[in-house]
Structures are given as structure tokens and as C-alpha cells.
């Protein structure tokens, strides 16, 4: 996939982000932080600049999607963007007028849209009805580090995996281990207040998908042409570590919030999660035997039942 294609994939993924206006600043500035860091990683795509041109209006839905020639890159296109839309819940209003743009822009039909959405809403709507039984309090350290770690250990291997309905399945395991957590401390929780603590600790529910795609992409390891899936399995160590070091660390701050009785303030909150991420990057490699080994066997029956909470992780 060449730069012009990349850049023009980012960008319509950031206009999907800023769809419903994105009040909060904090997941403004985490998108920006977002453009910072992976414009890092591939100096040529200039992402920082990038973030400023669809924020400011100077690149259009319209122009990027113009610079997508291939059926296989409109469809990808579409298909990232309805990704980031659904990354906070059901698409609004907002978000859907949108989507309806972008769907014209890149010339696609209903039906085409229609399908691309078909893979992707199962997973969200599975999230939306698991069940969140009454709090039982049953406070046992290991089984709760237990937990952590096999989440972390899923949602790396759900980054592996190249279909977008898998990454799709990370927030919502997230958000399944923070109750668990909560319940195991006799703490009453709906997704709302899970979501808003995830938001807290600055682990934003749109950038964090956001982050997944744009390091996938500019590391050619999510990259679709002409309907083909290209790069390796073993080259996806940085959004691998990304996924299961967020995870890790949002587990462990988990723990100690409501073990303390949710006193931590937000700045708390965002302190200790940035400091315990660095160590759970560095987990990643010792547990990447394990994250390839359950990438394999993974299939869409198996992720389901998992983010329904039908059986364990």
C-alpha cells in the first residue's frame, strides 16, 4: 500500500473519530497524542500534520477518499471507519450521516456497506447484551491477577488476528475484567461507569481502537488491496503490545481503585496507569509464545461467547 494510500486511510479514520464531535477533550487529546506517536514511527506520512488538516478542515472526506483507486482500499476504508464509530458504543446520529458521506465518497453501494457493517455489529451488539450479574464480594488477589493477565493475554492475541471484528473485541473484553474487578470488591457497575473509569485512566474507548489500526497500518500489517490481507502473523509485536500492555495495566489500576475504595482522583488515576505501563510492554515478550499459541486457535464462535461472558478467559 503506498504512503498516498495510507495517509488517506488515517484520515478518514480520524474524520470517523471526530464524527460526534468528540466533546470530551480528553479523547481529543489522546487522538492527538495518537497522531504524535505514530507519526514517530513513519516520518514520511507526517501524522502530527496529518491530525491538524482533518481537525482544521483542510482535508475533506471527500479528497481522502478520492485517493483510494482500489475496490479493496474503499471497502477497507469503510470498514476502519464504521470500526472507530462503534468503538464507544452504537453508532449515533451523528456518526451514521457520516458514514452515509464516506459510503458516497468512496462509491460504494449499499449492499457493499451494508455487508462491511454486517461483520463488524455482532460484536458490539454481543458486548452491549452480556449480562452484569449483582456484585458478590469475593476478594482473592491471585484469581484477580489471574484474570488480568489471561484478558491481556486474549486481546494480544485478538490484535493478531486480521479480521477488524477481533480488534473490535477488545474494548469490550476491557470492560468485562473491570467489572469483574469492581464485582469481586462488592462494587455495583454498569458499562457507563466502567467506560468513564477506562476514560479516566486515559485509555480513550475511540483512540485506543485508533491506535490498534494507525500502528497496524503504517506497519503494512493490516494493509487490504484488491480484497487480499497481506503481512506476517509475527510481525505484529507493536500493536500485539499495545493491546496486552493497555490491558495489563488497566487490570492492575483497576485493582487498586476499587480496592481503595475509588479515592484515586483522575490525575491519580492516569499516573499509575502510565506507570505500569512500561513494565507491561515489556511483559509482552516473555508471554509472546503464549499470545501466538492462542491466536490460533481463536475463531468467531469462540470470541463471541467470550465477550458475551459465556465462558472464561
Not at 515489556?282 to 467470550?306: F, G, H, R, T, V
Request: net charge negative; aromatic share 6%; glycine share 10%.
Amino acid at each position: 500500500m503506498t504512503p498516498q494510500a495510507q495517509r488517506a486511510l488515517l484520515a478518514l479514520s480520524l474524520h470517523a473519530a471526530f464524527a460526534d464531535g468528540v466533546k470530551d477533550d480528553r479523547e481529543r487529546e489522546a487522538v492527538r497524542g495518537i497522531a504524535d506517536s505514530i507519526g514517530n514511527d513513519d516520518t514520511r506520512l507526517n501524522l502530527p500534520r496529518l491530525y491538524q488538516d482533518v481537525l482544521l478542515g483542510r482535508l475533506s472526506v471527500g479528497a481522502a477518499a478520492g485517493e483510494l483507486t482500489a475496490l479493496g482500499e474503499r471497502q477497507y476504508a469503510y470498514e476502519m471507519a464504521v470500526c472507530v464509530c462503534e468503538a464507544d458504543g452504537r453508532i449515533s446520529a451523528s456518526e451514521r450521516q457520516f458514514l452515509n458521506e464516506l459510503r458516497m465518497a468512496l462509491g460504494l453501494d449499499t449492499l457493499q456497506s451494508t455487508a462491511i457493517e454486517g461483520d463488524i455489529g455482532p460484536v458490539v451488539e454481543a458486548a452491549e447484551a452480556a449480562p452484569m450479574p449483582s456484585p458478590t464480594p469475593s476478594i482473592d488477589d491471585e484469581a484477580l491477577d489471574r484474570n488480568i493477565l489471561n484478558t491481556a493475554l486474549l486481546n494480544g492475541a485478538l490484535e493478531l488476528l486480521p479480521q477488524s471484528w477481533a480488534s473490535m473485541a477488545i474494548i469490550p473484553m476491557q470492560i468485562r475484567m473491570v467489572y469483574s474487578i469492581g464485582q469481586a470488591h462488592g462494587v455495583e457497575l454498569d458499562q457507563g461507569h466502567i467506560k468513564e473509569f477506562i476514560a479516566a485512566a486515559g485509555v480513550g474507548l475511540t483512540s485506543q481502537y485508533l491506535e490498534q489500526f494507525g500502528r497496524k497500518l503504517i506497519g503494512g500489517l493490516l494493509g487490504k488491496a484488491a480484497g487480499k490481507t497481506f503481512g506476517k502473523l509475527g510481525g505484529a509485536a507493536t500493536g500485539m503490545a499495545f493491546s496486552f500492555a493497555t490491558t495489563y495495566a488497566l487490570g492492575q489500576v483497576a485493582k487498586r481503585y476499587y480496592a481503595g475504595g475509588r479515592s484515586m482522583s483522575t490525575d491519580m488515576l492516569r499516573d499509575a496507569f502510565q506507570n505500569l505501563l512500561g513494565p507491561a510492554k515489556q511483559m509482552q515478550a516473555q508471554y509472546l509464545p503464549q499470545i501466538e499459541q492462542k491466536a490460533k486457535s481463536l475463531d468467531m464462535n469462540q470470541i463471541m461467547s467470550l465477550v458475551r461472558g459465556q465462558q472464561g478467559v
